[in-house]
Nanobody, 119 residues
């Protein structure tokens, strides 16, 4: 079993910054990819950013140049540095990881952390 625990959400004024963290624990052999999604009220969950084992990153157009995703493989942790935050960034942010445990590969999700950006 694998658990993902997020932290770092909160309330911030527009233009401010927040750093989200997501740590995985459990029977982990390796982690192929890590990413962040977000879901605003009334909207579907949407892709924010991802990072694969080789370090290649990908971002949604709406956050390019403002958000930075990084990972610490030794800690099985992914980070999302969010700068120049806007009210439209307000959402519940979820981390996800594609984890190999033994012979099985599966996607796991965190419980979500609320980010609120005030204008």
């Amino acid at each position: 079993q694998v658990q993902l625990v997020e932290s770092g959400g909160g309330l911030v004024q527009a233009g401010g910054s927040l750093r989200l963290s997501c740590a995985a624990s459990g029977s982990i052999f390796s982690i192929n990819s890590m990413g962040w999604y977000r879901q605003a009220p009334g909207n579907q969950r949407a892709f924010v950013a991802s990072i694969i084992g080789g370090g290649r990153t990908d971002y949604a157009d709406s956050v390019k140049g403002r958000f930075i995703i990084s990972r610490d493989n030794a800690k099985n942790t992914v980070y999302l540095q969010m700068n120049s935050l806007k009210p439209e960034d307000t959402a519940v942010y979820y981390c996800t990881m594609r984890v190999m445990t033994g012979l099985r590969v599966a996607d796991y999700w965190g419980q979500g952390t609320q980010v609120t950006v005030s204008s």
